[in-house]
């Protein structure tokens, strides 16, 4: 006959409830009973007055277990209800997970795995329906999660960093920029953009705040040397960007058409200045990085969009609607 101590009585009652119940799931003392006979044995020694005494104790303890009785006389139902996650926010997370690219789909499956078990067994079965894993537009290298790791220890202890970077050829080749040579960087922050992971810091050699894709990155080292605490606003910064295409920092104006009024919220966020021109437009005044980002991320709005300033940015969109004409010109000769 199996028998169980104490403590390991008390540690599987309170890993049957975490694991098995809910509020849709609750179990009485028998069925508590039958877990232990299918984890132990139908011959393990139970007591009833024991497993009361142990659920008293964890609910001194302040595990969380609910206790139900409909009427007198009815047997008790127990279940464990607190989740430090709702359903949904374990929904989020799994989508989170399966959209990212920077993660592989080994790596994918793993992690949905484990957000699983945030819950019970009977909530997991209801989070089946992640969205689609597409392999295409995974990251195929496992050092992504190592080098995110890195970079942030060294943000955390403000130390220089060194890597290589680059990209793939029309060979699909990865091919290292700067003839396989090192970034030296102060690591600023990381941040998700578009389903990526980029890394902004400040690149010694040219002086100037840059962004790297994180799945670019090779052997990424962690030097001694630190460097002073700076403050950085890393949401200025990305909603400044456009398709994280790097460029100088300039004042621009744009109108647009009032159609378009949620997406620059969406981009340049409520405080962002807006002045009414008329009845069908009104202008953006904003700082952002002049880049061929911002140019395609422009001509994403036709007709609903014109620059009014800087100069330099009209010469860039109206050089790029000259290239797209005559791309389509040459088609038709």
Same mark, same amino acid.
């Given at each position: 006959?199996?028998?169980?101590?104490?403590?390991?009585?008390?540690?599987?009652?309170?890993?049957?409830?975490r694991?098995?119940?809910?509020?849709?799931?609750?179990?009485?003392?028998?069925?508590?009973?039958?877990?232990?006979k299918?984890?132990?044995?139908p011959?393990?020694?139970?007591?009833k007055?024991?497993?009361?005494?142990?659920?008293?104790?964890?609910?001194?303890?302040?595990?969380?277990?609910?206790?139900?009785?409909?009427?007198?006389?009815?047997?008790?139902f127990?279940?464990?209800?607190?989740?430090?996650?709702?359903?949904?926010e374990?929904?989020?997370?799994?989508?989170?997970?399966?959209?990212?690219?920077?993660?592989?789909?080994?790596?994918?499956?793993?992690?949905?795995?484990?957000?699983?078990?945030?819950?019970?067994?009977?909530?997991?079965k209801?989070?089946?329906?992640?969205?689609?894993?597409?392999?295409?537009?995974?990251?195929?290298?496992?050092?992504?999660?190592l080098?995110?790791?890195?970079?942030?220890?060294?943000?955390?202890?403000?130390?220089?960093?060194?890597?290589?970077?680059?990209?793939?050829?029309?060979?699909?080749?990865?091919?290292?920029?700067?003839?396989?040579?090192?970034?030296?960087?102060?690591p600023?922050?990381?941040?998700?953009?578009?389903?990526?992971?980029?890394?902004?810091?400040?690149?010694?050699?040219?002086?100037?705040?840059?962004?790297?894709?994180?799945?670019?990155?090779?052997?990424?080292?962690?030097?001694?040397?630190? !460097?002073?605490?700076?403050? !950085?606003?890393?949401?200025?910064?990305?909603?400044?960007? !456009?398709?994280?295409?790097?460029?100088?920092?300039?004042?621009?104006?744009?109108r647009?058409?009032?159609?378009?009024?949620?997406?620059?919220?969406?981009?340049?966020?409520?405080?962002?200045?807006?002045r009414?021109?008329?009845?069908?437009?009104?202008?953006?005044?904003?700082?952002?990085?002049?880049?061929?980002?911002?140019?395609?991320?422009?001509?994403?709005?036709?007709n609903?969009?014109?620059?009014?300033?800087p100069?330099?940015?009209?010469?860039q969109?109206?050089?790029?609607?000259?290239?797209?004409m005559?791309?389509?010109?040459?088609?038709?000769?």
């Amino acid at each position: 006959m199996n028998r169980l101590d104490n403590k390991q009585r008390m540690l599987k009652l309170m890993g049957i409830l975490r694991e098995q119940t809910d509020e849709e799931n609750e179990y009485t003392l028998d069925d508590i009973t039958e877990c232990f006979k299918k984890e132990y044995g139908p011959d393990v020694k139970l007591n009833k007055n024991s497993l009361r005494d142990d659920i008293e104790h964890l609910i001194e303890a302040r595990f969380d277990i609910t206790i139900n009785q409909e009427k007198e006389g009815m047997p008790k139902f127990y279940s464990h209800q607190y989740r430090l996650f709702e359903l949904y926010e374990l929904r989020m997370l799994i989508d989170a997970v399966a959209s990212a690219r920077f993660i592989t789909k080994d790596e994918t499956k793993q992690l949905i795995r484990k957000i699983k078990k945030l819950t019970s067994i009977h909530h997991a079965k209801k989070l089946h329906n992640e969205i689609l894993i597409d392999s295409s537009v995974k990251s195929e290298s496992k050092l992504v999660r190592l080098a995110i790791n890195d970079l942030h220890e060294a943000i955390s202890e403000r130390r220089i960093v060194t890597f290589q970077y680059g990209r793939y050829n029309l060979n699909k080749e990865f091919v290292l920029s700067h003839n396989g040579g090192q970034y030296r960087v102060k690591p600023l922050a990381l941040t998700w953009v578009n389903d990526f992971y980029y890394l902004i810091a400040y690149y010694f050699a040219k002086e100037e705040i840059r962004h790297y894709r994180i799945d670019r990155l090779r052997n990424v080292q962690i030097t001694e040397e630190q !460097f002073a605490y700076e403050p !950085f606003d890393v949401s200025k910064y990305v909603s400044s960007t !456009f398709h994280m295409y790097a460029g100088s920092e300039e004042w621009i104006k744009i109108r647009f058409h009032n159609d378009l009024i949620n997406v620059i919220i969406d981009k340049f966020g409520r405080d962002a200045d807006i002045r009414k021109q008329d009845e069908n437009h009104f202008v953006l005044s904003a700082k952002a990085i002049v880049s061929d980002g911002l140019v395609k991320w422009l001509l994403n709005w036709g007709n609903q969009a014109r620059v009014l300033s800087p100069s330099s940015l009209i010469d860039q969109v109206t050089d790029e609607i000259k290239n797209m004409m005559a791309v389509y010109e040459k088609e038709m000769d």
